[in-house]
């Protein structure tokens, strides 16, 4: 008897208690290229890891407007052109308000870079740091982001 119900309960009832993975949108800001390309890395606001700027999608907005505008808020990047397409994604957990997690997928939209503004929404809240491909891909937590970037380095790490 136990293990029916065991099974009724992690066959049907685990999976629609479930909750999908909630979507972001990040925005991979590049400028140089092939030995001198740099990526632009800031530190969340919580935890000072080192991330990409992201967010959450935006109603009106294409998911590559959207990563733009996020670079804009998270960083000042101006100047800049996203292109359509995700260049790859990566999940992470993303803890809430509440404390708890919840897991999030996180599509990467590749953006040239001409400047940066001094001043910007979240100016004074997150350290930004250009370096390269390799680096970044040392910095950041997330295995699927690191591969993103160890591709995308001159080299090629992967």
């Not at 907005?61 to 998270?74: G, I």
């Not at 740091?129 to 090629?156: C, F, H, Q, Y």
Request: hydrophobic share 40%.
């Amino acid at each position: 008897m136990k293990s029916s119900l065991k099974r009724i309960f992690c066959d049907y009832v685990a999976p629609m208690l479930r909750r999908p993975k909630g979507l972001q949108v990040a925005a991979l800001c590049t400028r140089g290229v092939g030995d001198e390309k740099r990526v632009l890395l800031i530190t969340s606001r919580g935890t000072g890891r080192w991330i990409l700027p992201k967010g959450w999608p935006i109603r009106g907005l294409a998911c590559s407007q959207a990563a733009l505008q996020e670079a804009w808020e998270e960083a000042g990047v101006k100047d800049a052109t996203a292109k359509d397409d995700p260049i790859g994604s990566y999940a992470y957990d993303k803890t809430m308000g509440s404390g708890l997690p919840v897991p999030v997928e996180a599509l990467v939209y590749s953006v040239s870079v001409e400047g940066l503004e001094v001043v910007f929404p979240e100016a004074g809240q997150r350290e930004l740091r250009w370096v390269t491909l390799t680096e970044a891909a040392n910095l950041v937590d997330e295995p699927e982001l690191k591969s993103i970037l160890n591709v995308m380095a001159p080299n090629g790490t992967s």
